[in-house]
């Protein structure tokens, strides 16, 4: 049973800086992960993501300024945002998939697991 768990979420202003943190328990194999995010006014949009060989995509909102990266010892995946937005506000979601890689890495349809969310304010 795959279990993630986010963390490092906050409060932040205008053109600050804040990392969160998703740990990942119960796969025993590479797959592919992502982040996403629950915007006011919008659905689950794709973040970024990574897959197996490391090769990762962005949506287009957040290219050049955040960036996703992985701990595969520490089974944990980070979110580094930088130069951040008031419409970067929501709630930041981990998933991972079966699959090593997606055609789609950024379509929440791919996605098998999914942490609880944490929260993200930019003011």
């Known amino acids: 049973h795959v279990q993630l768990v986010e963390s490092g979420g906050g409060s932040v202003q205008a053109g600050g800086s804040l990392k969160v943190s998703c740990r990942i328990s119960g796969s025993t194999y590479s797959t592919c992960v992502a982040w996403f995010r629950q915007t006011a006014g919008k659905g689950r949009e794709g973040v970024a993501s990574?897959?197996?060989?490391?090769?990762?995509a962005y949506g287009d909102p957040v290219k050049g300024r955040f960036t996703i990266s992985e701990d595969n010892a520490k089974a944990s995946l980070y979110l580094q945002m930088n130069d951040l937005k008031v419409e970067d506000t929501g709630v930041y979601y981990c998933?991972?998939?079966?699959?090593?890689?997606?055609?789609?890495?950024?379509?929440?349809?791919?996605?098998?697991?999914w942490g609880q969310g944490t929260q993200v304010t930019v003011s």
């Open positions: 998933a991972a998939a079966a699959a090593a890689g997606l055609d789609y890495p950024l379509d929440f349809a791919g996605y098998n697991w």
């Open positions: 990574i897959n197996s060989d490391g090769w990762t």
